[in-house]
Protein backbone atom coordinates (compact mmCIF):
# COMPACT_ATOMS: atom_id res chain seq x y z
CA UNK A 1 0.00 0.00 0.00
CA UNK A 2 1.40 3.59 -0.98
CA UNK A 3 2.02 6.13 1.62
CA UNK A 4 -0.72 9.08 1.92
CA UNK A 5 0.32 11.92 0.91
CA UNK A 6 0.59 14.08 4.09
CA UNK A 7 3.30 11.32 4.83
CA UNK A 8 5.10 11.78 1.73
CA UNK A 9 5.15 15.37 1.87
CA UNK A 10 6.56 15.10 5.25
CA UNK A 11 8.87 12.95 4.14
CA UNK A 12 9.63 15.27 1.08
CA UNK A 13 10.60 18.13 3.66
CA UNK A 14 13.03 15.94 5.40
CA UNK A 15 14.55 15.01 1.63
CA UNK A 16 15.31 18.73 1.58
CA UNK A 17 17.87 19.07 4.64
CA UNK A 18 21.47 19.65 4.09
CA UNK A 19 22.55 16.72 6.42
CA UNK A 20 26.32 16.79 7.31
CA UNK A 21 27.83 13.80 5.18
CA UNK A 22 30.13 11.56 7.64
CA UNK A 23 33.07 11.42 6.33
CA UNK A 24 36.40 8.78 6.08
CA UNK A 25 37.93 9.44 9.36
CA UNK A 26 40.96 6.94 8.46
CA UNK A 27 41.42 9.12 5.41
CA UNK A 28 41.19 12.61 6.99
CA UNK A 29 43.85 14.00 8.51
CA UNK A 30 42.59 17.32 9.24
CA UNK A 31 38.65 17.82 9.75
CA UNK A 32 38.45 21.55 9.50
CA UNK A 33 34.83 21.82 8.23
CA UNK A 34 32.89 21.82 11.79
CA UNK A 35 33.97 24.75 13.72
CA UNK A 36 35.09 22.28 16.61
CA UNK A 37 37.38 23.82 19.14
CA UNK A 38 40.56 21.77 18.65
CA UNK A 39 42.88 24.62 20.73
CA UNK A 40 41.04 23.89 24.10
CA UNK A 41 43.67 21.67 26.82
CA UNK A 42 42.69 18.04 25.56
CA UNK A 43 44.12 16.44 28.24
CA UNK A 44 42.21 18.63 31.04
CA UNK A 45 39.00 18.19 28.92
CA UNK A 46 39.61 14.50 30.04
CA UNK A 47 40.97 14.94 33.57
CA UNK A 48 37.58 16.85 34.09
CA UNK A 49 35.69 14.29 32.00
CA UNK A 50 36.95 11.29 34.56
CA UNK A 51 35.93 13.73 37.48
CA UNK A 52 32.30 14.11 36.34
CA UNK A 53 31.94 10.74 35.85
CA UNK A 54 33.11 9.64 39.30
CA UNK A 55 30.74 12.60 40.31
CA UNK A 56 27.56 11.29 38.76
CA UNK A 57 25.12 8.26 39.08
CA UNK A 58 24.07 7.25 35.74
CA UNK A 59 21.53 5.56 37.14
CA UNK A 60 19.58 8.69 38.12
CA UNK A 61 17.70 11.53 36.01
CA UNK A 62 19.41 14.63 36.47
CA UNK A 63 17.83 16.75 38.44
CA UNK A 64 20.36 17.55 40.90
CA UNK A 65 23.29 18.21 37.67
CA UNK A 66 20.23 20.50 35.67
CA UNK A 67 20.15 22.84 39.03
CA UNK A 68 23.95 23.07 39.74
CA UNK A 69 24.37 24.29 35.91
CA UNK A 70 21.66 26.66 36.30
CA UNK A 71 23.02 28.22 39.73
CA UNK A 72 26.52 28.81 37.72
CA UNK A 73 25.03 30.41 34.55
CA UNK A 74 22.84 32.92 37.15
CA UNK A 75 26.09 33.98 39.01
CA UNK A 76 28.06 34.13 35.64
CA UNK A 77 24.86 36.69 34.27
CA UNK A 78 23.82 37.69 37.22
CA UNK A 79 20.28 36.63 36.70
CA UNK A 80 17.90 34.54 37.88
CA UNK A 81 17.69 31.59 37.41
CA UNK A 82 14.08 31.87 36.05
CA UNK A 83 15.81 33.52 32.99
CA UNK A 84 17.76 30.08 31.51
CA UNK A 85 16.80 27.38 29.63
CA UNK A 86 18.86 23.95 28.92
CA UNK A 87 18.55 22.12 25.69
CA UNK A 88 20.63 19.15 24.00
CA UNK A 89 22.61 21.82 22.11
CA UNK A 90 20.83 25.00 20.69
CA UNK A 91 19.90 22.51 18.00
CA UNK A 92 16.72 21.67 20.00
CA UNK A 93 16.33 25.18 21.57
CA UNK A 94 15.88 26.30 17.78
CA UNK A 95 13.56 23.42 17.32
CA UNK A 96 10.94 24.36 20.79
CA UNK A 97 10.93 27.30 19.87
CA UNK A 98 10.28 26.90 16.05
CA UNK A 99 7.34 24.02 16.98
CA UNK A 100 5.62 26.25 19.73
CA UNK A 101 6.23 29.76 17.93
CA UNK A 102 6.90 28.86 13.76
CA UNK A 103 4.30 25.91 13.17
CA UNK A 104 2.08 26.97 10.61
CA UNK A 105 3.46 30.51 10.83
CA UNK A 106 5.85 33.16 9.27
CA UNK A 107 9.48 32.07 10.83
CA UNK A 108 12.11 35.64 9.43
CA UNK A 109 15.67 35.28 9.50
CA UNK A 110 18.72 36.23 7.49
CA UNK A 111 20.59 35.05 4.37
CA UNK A 112 22.84 33.53 4.30
CA UNK A 113 23.31 31.66 7.85
CA UNK A 114 22.70 28.83 10.07
CA UNK A 115 20.73 26.55 7.87
CA UNK A 116 18.73 24.92 10.69
CA UNK A 117 16.58 27.94 11.51
CA UNK A 118 14.99 27.19 7.88
CA UNK A 119 14.84 23.43 7.74
CA UNK A 120 13.22 23.02 10.95
CA UNK A 121 10.69 25.91 9.93
CA UNK A 122 9.79 23.44 6.85
CA UNK A 123 9.60 20.45 8.86
CA UNK A 124 6.90 22.27 11.33
CA UNK A 125 5.08 23.23 8.20
CA UNK A 126 5.80 26.81 8.70
CA UNK A 127 7.02 29.31 6.53
CA UNK A 128 10.86 30.77 6.02
CA UNK A 129 11.34 34.37 5.15
CA UNK A 130 15.10 34.61 4.25
CA UNK A 131 16.13 38.36 3.87
CA UNK A 132 19.25 38.85 2.34
CA UNK A 133 22.09 40.51 4.21
CA UNK A 134 23.65 43.63 2.45
CA UNK A 135 26.56 43.08 0.00
CA UNK A 136 28.91 43.52 2.67
CA UNK A 137 27.47 41.55 5.30
CA UNK A 138 25.53 43.94 7.45
CA UNK A 139 22.21 43.38 8.32
CA UNK A 140 19.37 44.87 6.24
CA UNK A 141 17.58 46.14 9.28
CA UNK A 142 14.80 47.87 7.02
CA UNK A 143 13.53 44.27 5.67
CA UNK A 144 13.58 42.81 8.69
CA UNK A 145 11.71 44.43 10.60
CA UNK A 146 9.39 44.82 7.38
CA UNK A 147 8.72 40.61 7.30
CA UNK A 148 9.18 40.73 11.59
CA UNK A 149 6.20 42.88 11.73
CA UNK A 150 4.62 40.34 10.38
CA UNK A 151 6.06 37.04 11.98
CA UNK A 152 5.94 35.07 15.18
CA UNK A 153 9.72 34.61 15.22
CA UNK A 154 13.20 35.98 13.66
CA UNK A 155 16.44 34.57 13.92
CA UNK A 156 19.42 36.44 13.86
CA UNK A 157 22.54 34.29 14.15
CA UNK A 158 25.75 37.13 15.57
CA UNK A 159 28.57 36.05 15.01
CA UNK A 160 26.82 34.77 11.77
CA UNK A 161 27.77 31.64 10.64
CA UNK A 162 28.85 31.24 7.75
CA UNK A 163 29.74 35.45 7.26
CA UNK A 164 31.41 35.34 10.83
CA UNK A 165 30.65 38.80 11.07
CA UNK A 166 28.93 40.42 14.25
CA UNK A 167 26.10 42.89 14.12
CA UNK A 168 26.27 45.83 15.91
CA UNK A 169 24.06 46.28 19.10
CA UNK A 170 22.32 49.42 18.10
CA UNK A 171 21.09 47.90 15.06
CA UNK A 172 19.58 44.63 17.05
CA UNK A 173 17.76 46.75 19.76
CA UNK A 174 16.26 49.03 16.85
CA UNK A 175 14.75 46.04 15.48
CA UNK A 176 13.60 44.55 18.93
CA UNK A 177 11.81 47.82 19.49
CA UNK A 178 9.99 47.97 16.24
CA UNK A 179 8.97 44.57 15.61
CA UNK A 180 6.48 42.53 18.19
CA UNK A 181 7.80 38.83 17.23
CA UNK A 182 10.28 36.61 19.23
CA UNK A 183 13.91 37.74 18.40
CA UNK A 184 16.08 34.65 18.68
CA UNK A 185 19.63 35.79 18.90
CA UNK A 186 21.95 32.72 18.58
CA UNK A 187 25.64 33.64 19.74
CA UNK A 188 26.87 30.48 19.38
CA UNK A 189 30.12 31.93 18.67
CA UNK A 190 30.27 35.04 21.40
CA UNK A 191 33.14 34.09 23.22
CA UNK A 192 35.08 34.83 20.09
CA UNK A 193 33.75 38.04 19.46
CA UNK A 194 33.66 41.32 21.46
CA UNK A 195 30.24 41.77 23.27
CA UNK A 196 27.01 40.14 23.70
CA UNK A 197 23.53 41.66 23.42
CA UNK A 198 21.95 39.21 26.29
CA UNK A 199 22.22 42.44 28.79
CA UNK A 200 19.13 43.23 27.08
CA UNK A 201 16.89 40.83 27.97
CA UNK A 202 15.71 43.29 31.47
CA UNK A 203 14.47 45.62 28.88
CA UNK A 204 12.71 43.50 25.99
CA UNK A 205 10.70 40.46 26.62
CA UNK A 206 11.11 39.68 23.12
CA UNK A 207 14.43 38.81 22.80
CA UNK A 208 16.06 35.53 23.78
CA UNK A 209 19.49 34.96 23.41
CA UNK A 210 20.92 31.01 22.38
CA UNK A 211 24.35 29.79 23.37
CA UNK A 212 26.10 26.90 23.29
CA UNK A 213 28.84 24.88 25.16
CA UNK A 214 29.47 23.46 22.34
CA UNK A 215 32.56 25.74 20.47
CA UNK A 216 34.55 27.65 23.07
CA UNK A 217 34.23 25.54 26.12
CA UNK A 218 34.90 21.92 23.56
CA UNK A 219 31.62 20.28 24.45
CA UNK A 220 30.58 19.44 20.80
CA UNK A 221 30.41 15.64 21.57
CA UNK A 222 28.04 16.04 24.61
CA UNK A 223 25.53 18.52 23.03
CA UNK A 224 24.11 21.40 25.26
CA UNK A 225 23.22 24.69 25.20
CA UNK A 226 20.89 27.56 27.09
CA UNK A 227 18.88 29.94 26.38
CA UNK A 228 18.47 33.40 28.09
CA UNK A 229 15.27 35.24 28.15
CA UNK A 230 12.84 36.64 30.19
CA UNK A 231 11.21 34.80 32.61
CA UNK A 232 8.14 35.06 30.51
CA UNK A 233 9.46 33.36 27.97
CA UNK A 234 12.29 31.33 29.46
CA UNK A 235 10.23 29.19 32.28
CA UNK A 236 7.61 27.75 29.75
CA UNK A 237 10.06 26.41 26.84
CA UNK A 238 12.59 25.16 30.09
CA UNK A 239 9.40 23.17 31.52
CA UNK A 240 9.12 21.74 27.74
CA UNK A 241 12.48 21.37 27.01
CA UNK A 242 12.96 19.56 30.15
CA UNK A 243 10.30 17.02 30.17
CA UNK A 244 12.23 14.20 28.94
CA UNK A 245 15.16 15.09 30.51
CA UNK A 246 17.11 15.07 26.83
CA UNK A 247 20.75 16.81 28.58
CA UNK A 248 22.44 13.95 29.85
CA UNK A 249 24.41 14.16 33.28
CA UNK A 250 27.39 14.00 32.33
CA UNK A 251 26.97 16.77 29.99
CA UNK A 252 25.58 19.02 32.27
CA UNK A 253 28.35 18.22 34.86
CA UNK A 254 30.72 18.98 32.52
CA UNK A 255 29.61 22.00 31.50
CA UNK A 256 29.50 23.02 35.39
CA UNK A 257 33.28 22.09 35.85
CA UNK A 258 34.17 24.09 32.57
CA UNK A 259 32.58 27.41 34.05
CA UNK A 260 34.26 26.48 37.43
CA UNK A 261 37.33 26.43 35.53
CA UNK A 262 37.15 29.42 33.63
CA UNK A 263 40.43 30.00 33.27
CA UNK A 264 40.63 27.12 30.81
CA UNK A 265 38.26 28.64 28.88
CA UNK A 266 39.87 31.76 28.79
CA UNK A 267 43.09 30.57 27.31
CA UNK A 268 41.48 28.74 24.46
CA UNK A 269 39.80 31.59 23.41
CA UNK A 270 42.68 33.59 23.37
CA UNK A 271 44.57 31.14 21.09
CA UNK A 272 41.88 30.88 19.00
CA UNK A 273 41.66 34.64 18.41
CA UNK A 274 45.20 34.70 17.74
CA UNK A 275 45.31 31.66 15.19
CA UNK A 276 42.39 33.25 13.78
CA UNK A 277 44.46 36.49 12.74
CA UNK A 278 47.55 34.84 11.79
CA UNK A 279 45.21 32.33 9.53
CA UNK A 280 43.31 35.27 8.40
CA UNK A 281 46.78 37.37 7.33
CA UNK A 282 48.58 33.97 5.52
CA UNK A 283 45.39 33.76 3.63
CA UNK A 284 45.48 37.75 2.26
CA UNK A 285 49.04 37.27 1.45
CA UNK A 286 48.17 33.92 -0.56
CA UNK A 287 46.08 36.34 -2.23
CA UNK A 288 42.80 35.05 -1.29
CA UNK A 289 39.94 36.97 -0.26
CA UNK A 290 38.86 36.30 2.91
CA UNK A 291 36.63 37.84 5.60
CA UNK A 292 37.60 39.57 9.09
CA UNK A 293 35.63 37.16 11.47
CA UNK A 294 34.67 36.96 15.52
CA UNK A 295 34.03 33.29 15.20
CA UNK A 296 36.55 30.60 15.62
CA UNK A 297 35.84 30.13 11.59
CA UNK A 298 37.24 32.04 8.22
CA UNK A 299 35.12 32.62 4.94
CA UNK A 300 37.06 33.16 2.33
CA UNK A 301 36.47 33.05 -1.82
CA UNK A 302 37.50 30.15 -4.01
CA UNK A 303 41.14 31.27 -5.20
CA UNK A 304 40.50 28.43 -8.08
CA UNK A 305 37.73 25.99 -9.66
CA UNK A 306 35.25 25.66 -6.25
CA UNK A 307 35.33 22.04 -7.22
CA UNK A 308 39.06 21.21 -7.95
CA UNK A 309 40.10 23.26 -4.62
CA UNK A 310 37.99 21.37 -2.64
CA UNK A 311 38.79 17.96 -4.03
CA UNK A 312 42.29 19.18 -4.15
CA UNK A 313 42.01 19.63 0.28
CA UNK A 314 40.61 16.39 0.90
CA UNK A 315 43.06 14.42 -1.41
CA UNK A 316 45.58 15.91 1.26
CA UNK A 317 43.10 14.65 4.16
CA UNK A 318 41.71 18.34 4.81
CA UNK A 319 38.11 18.97 4.98
CA UNK A 320 36.60 22.24 5.05
CA UNK A 321 32.96 23.51 4.80
CA UNK A 322 32.05 24.15 1.27
CA UNK A 323 29.47 27.39 2.03
CA UNK A 324 28.39 27.34 -1.59
CA UNK A 325 27.30 30.73 -3.74
CA UNK A 326 26.23 33.87 -2.57
CA UNK A 327 26.81 37.76 -4.20
CA UNK A 328 27.72 35.72 -7.21
CA UNK A 329 30.61 34.39 -5.80
CA UNK A 330 31.38 30.98 -4.43
CA UNK A 331 32.57 30.50 -0.66
CA UNK A 332 34.25 28.22 1.48
CA UNK A 333 34.70 28.51 5.46
CA UNK A 334 37.61 26.73 7.48
CA UNK A 335 37.60 26.36 11.02
CA UNK A 336 40.33 27.82 13.36
CA UNK A 337 42.29 24.93 14.18
CA UNK A 338 46.09 24.24 16.05
CA UNK A 339 48.98 26.13 14.84
CA UNK A 340 50.06 22.62 13.54
CA UNK A 341 46.73 22.22 11.73
CA UNK A 342 46.62 26.30 10.40
CA UNK A 343 50.14 25.54 8.86
CA UNK A 344 49.16 22.37 6.93
CA UNK A 345 46.28 24.11 5.63
CA UNK A 346 47.87 27.08 4.64
CA UNK A 347 50.76 24.60 2.88
CA UNK A 348 48.42 22.74 0.83
CA UNK A 349 46.66 25.52 -0.55
CA UNK A 350 49.62 27.33 -1.20
CA UNK A 351 50.40 24.36 -3.43
CA UNK A 352 47.22 24.44 -5.17
CA UNK A 353 47.23 28.17 -6.04
CA UNK A 354 50.35 27.63 -7.74
CA UNK A 355 49.39 24.75 -10.04
Given at each position: MLLNKSIRKR???LEETEYYPLEDTEKMIARLNLNENFIID???MRQLASEA??????????????????????????????????GCGEDQLIDILISVFGRRNRVISITPT?????????FHGGVFI???????????????IKEGKRANLLFICSPNNPTGNQFPKKVIEEILSK???????????????EYSVYPMVSDYENLVVLRTFSKAYGLAGLRIGYMIASPRVAK????????????????????TKLMQNDELVLESVKHV????????????????????????????????????????????????????????????????????????????????TKK
Open positions: LSKGEKLEEIDVRLYPNTEQRELVKQLSRKYGLSGDHFALFPVYRYRTLGVPLNEDFSLNKEGLVKCLVVVDEAYVDFAPIATVAQLTYPVVNLALKMAREERDRLYNELIKIGIDAKRSQTNFILFKSPTDPERFYNDLAKSGIVIRNSGMFFGNHYFRVTVGTPELNDMFIQVVKKI
